[in-house]
C-alpha cells in the first residue's frame, strides 16, 4: 500500500494549502494507494532476495515510485518498503496488506496479540481524531481468541511485535517505522495483519492538527519506510 495505507476520506486532502484528489474506483474513500495493480520491476535478485520498483501512476499528483525488498531464511521474512520523491516533497505513507486463513496447521481457533496502547476510533472506517486505550473487543494485549470478534481497526504505540497464534504454531510480526501502526482485520474466515506508518487518513488528521498519527513526508533522499520481520515457529512469542 503507497503512497498512502488503508484510505483517504472522501479521496480528497489539503497539502500546503491546496486540496487534491483521488481516483476512488467506485468505492467510498480512496483506498490501499496506488501500486496494488502496477507492475513492479525486479531491480536486483538472488537466491533469497529480491528488490522491486513501480511507479506512482498518473494519478498520484506528485512524481516518484515504491520500492521494496525481500530477503528470506529459513524461519523468517525481512521486508522493506519506501515511498520515494523523484522531486517535489509530498505526504506519504506506506504498508503491507496480507491475509491469512484462520485454520493454518489445521487450527480450528486463531489468537492474535496486539501490543498496542492506542486505539483509533473510527466512523464509517475513518478516524475521528480521537485515540483510546483498546477495551473489551478491540483490546488484544492478551493474546485473546479472536472467535466471533469482527474487528476493522487501528493500533498504535506498539510495545512489541505483534503475533498471530494457531495452536502451537506462531508468527510473529516486528515492526520498523518511526511511528508503527497496524491494522487489523478480521471477517469470519480470513485475518489481516498489516504493518504501516501511519493510521488511515492521515493526511487529513494532519491537517486537522491531530498528533501521533505517522503522518510523514516523502523528498528526495528521504523516504517514507517501514520494514517488518515476519518470524514462524512452535516457540515465537506469547500466548
Known sequence: MAPWPNRVANGTFRWQGREYEL????????IHG???????????SGPASCEMVAPLDAAWPWKGH??????????????ELEVRSDGEPFP???GW??????????A????LLVPATRRYVLDDQIPTGEQVEPAGESDLRHCPLLGDRRLDDCYASLEGPVVIGWDDFRLAVAIEATEPHVMVYAPRDAICVEPQTCAPDAFNLADR???GTGMAVAAPGSPVRIAAWWSWGSDTGDG
Do not use: I, N, Y
Open 23 to 30: 481516483p476512488r474506483d467506485g468505492k467510498p474513500h480512496a
Open 34 to 44: 496506488r501500486v496494488l495493480s502496477q507492475t513492479w520491476s525486479v531491480v536486483v
Open 66 to 79: 515504491a520500492w521494496q525488498r525481500f530477503e528470506l531464511s529459513s524461519a523468517a521474512l525481512h521486508m
Open 92 to 94: 506519504a505513507g506506506c
Open 97 to 106: 496488506h496480507p491475509w491469512f486463513r484462520r485454520d493454518v496447521a489445521g
Open 108 to 111: 480450528e481457533e486463531v489468537r
Open 209 to 211: 492538527g491531530v498528533r
